[in-house]
T-cell receptor, first 116, second 112 residues
Framework: GESVGLHLPTLSVQEGDNSIINCAYS??????FIWYKQESGKGPQFIIDIRSNMDKRQGQRVTVLLNKTVKHLSLQIAATQPGDSAVYFC???????????????FGKGTHLIIQP | DTGVSQNPRHKITKRGQNVTFRCDPISEHNRLYWYRQTLGQGPEFLTY????????KSRLLSDRFSAERPKGSFSTLEIQRTEQGDSAMYLC??????????FGSGTQLSVL
């Protein structure tokens, strides 16, 4: 079946540098995308989301970019800090007829390692 | 703590035993979700409830898995006759009227 995947299992960056985590999705009907951060022993923590009618959305130190032409999603983290070390997952869903998102499909995750 | 609460945090059981996990969602969140996560993988959707109604259960892994949310508040996930392959993190999430899913810290199941 169609699913969301990530390009790299591990990404290592220097503290203070910007990092970019990529994700490719294959379901062209997906219209809602989310990035989650998961630290060891904890559940996924919401970072930022974007709907398919947008191509960019910014949060605090994070930016999500959506390229529907090539079905690509990316998460940019500015000025990475030690606390950013975690596994990052992208997830996708189709908005249901009620306007909500259900049954998210997650990719495998990218482990972001921040080097001092 | 007003987040999603899951109990127990860890469960060790012998193969063939039944286990039950509990999830208390964020207060007033009417949607509740169960996911399973194995090492190195992303969470895998299992089932979800809107209030007390289980609206999707076709993705439960087998008929040994069942979930309930009798009063539309807390939910339980039961696995009968556990197998070693059931060892995983079981995550619960809830959502209100918005689109964000809020996850609990999960229950780590180890089947010996």
């Amino acid at each position: 079946g169609e699913s969301v995947g990530l390009h790299l299992p591990t990404l290592s960056v220097q503290e203070g540098d910007n990092s970019i985590i990529n994700c490719a999705y294959s379901n062209s009907a997906s219209d809602y995308f989310i990035w989650y951060k998961q630290e060891s022993g904890k559940g996924p923590q919401f970072i930022i989301d974007i709907r398919s009618n947008m191509d960019k959305r910014q949060g605090q130190r994070v930016t999500v970019l959506l390229n529907k032409t090539v079905k690509h999603l990316s998460l940019q983290i500015a000025a990475t800090q030690p606390g950013d070390s975690a596994v990052y997952f992208c997830a996708e869903n189709m908005m249901n007829s009620g306007g909500g998102a259900d049954g998210l499909t997650f990719g495998k995750g990218t482990h972001l390692i921040i080097q001092p | 703590d007003t987040g999603v609460s899951q109990n127990p945090r860890h469960k060790i059981t012998k193969r063939g035993q039944n286990v039950t996990f509990r999830c208390d969602p964020i207060s007033e969140h009417n949607r509740l979700y169960w996911y399973r996560q194995t090492l190195g993988q992303g969470p895998e959707f299992l089932t979800y409830f809107q209030n007390e109604a289980q609206l999707e259960k076709s993705r439960l892994l087998s008929d040994r898995f069942s979930a309930e949310r009798p009063k539309g508040s807390f939910s339980t996930l039961e696995i009968q006759r556990t197998e070693q392959g059931d060892s995983a993190m079981y995550l619960c999430a809830s959502r209100g009227t918005g689109e964000k899913l809020f996850f609990g810290s999960g229950t780590q199941l180890s089947v010996l």
